[in-house]
């Protein structure tokens, strides 16, 4: 079992559609979590740290569900620049020695 | 401004001809981290040093070597570049090893073995 597993996608959504991706994780212990996003061919880049109590970011929401060991992120009234790949992280110490998810593909259309 | 730099962004090799990638941060961190990410699948940790301390992780093969001669740069070495070494290569920062800290991804450098 990988220790991230993400659906792959694409996900093909018009523009102001509300898309939802999980994540789910398999170490118990793992301490932090994140949402990377990918553009093709570049690099990743931090979208945002997850929290236990679930946090919020303009249109982007993510939860945390440690009993059950996934991950959600949320997108309302998506964008054509929120295309891109979205890599689920988690570090299973504490000590940024991340663990990515292969990473769901969003794709916006007009 | 440019935070974390890789050179060259794109690097052919021949198979078994011994390559170095470079990375270069301005952020003056600590820790600097490699990554191989093969298409379509997760970046994938390879080593990392915080400050001069080397961190190789157990499934990292020993074609791989790195350096770090002083905190602005890194530098990835593949003594013997085989056809399954063809992916982006990322270096990556974060000013300590803390998961506060965020790290920041250079652009890669695609490597390709001929």
């Known amino acids: 079992r990988k220790e991230v597993e993400q659906d792959p996608g694409p996900f093909n959504v018009p523009e102001g559609a509300t898309v939802a991706f999980n994540c789910t994780y398999s170490?118990?212990?793992?301490?932090?979590f994140f949402w990377y996003r990918q553009d093709c061919r570049k690099e990743p880049k931090l979208l945002m740290s997850?929290?236990?109590s679930g946090n919020e970011d303009g249109r982007f929401t993510a939860q945390l569900n440690r009993a059950s060991q996934y991950i959600s992120l949320l997108i309302r009234d998506s964008k054509l620049s929120d295309s891109a790949t979205y890599l689920c992280v988690v570090s299973p110490t504490g000590f940024q020695k991340l663990v990515f998810g292969t990473g769901t593909r969003l794709l916006v259309s007009p | 401004d440019a935070m974390v730099i890789q050179n060259p962004r794109y690097q052919v090799t021949q198979f078994g001809k011994p390559v170095t990638l470079s990375c270069s941060q301005t952020l003056n961190h600590n820790v600097m981290y490699w990554y191989q990410q093969k298409s379509s699948q997760a970046p994938k940790l390879l080593f990392h040093y915080y400050d001069k301390d080397f961190n190789n992780e157990a499934d990292t093969p020993d074609n791989f070597q790195s350096r770090r001669p002083n905190t602005s740069f890194c530098f990835l070495d593949i003594r013997s570049p085989g056809l399954g070494d063809a992916a982006m290569y990322l270096c990556?920062?974060?000013?300590?090893?803390?998961?506060?800290?965020?790290?920041?991804f250079g652009p890669g450098t695609r490597l390709t073995v001929l």
């Open positions: 990556a920062t974060s000013r300590s090893k803390a998961d506060t800290d965020t790290q920041y």
């Open positions: 170490n118990s212990a793992s301490q932090s």
């Open positions: 997850v929290y236990s």
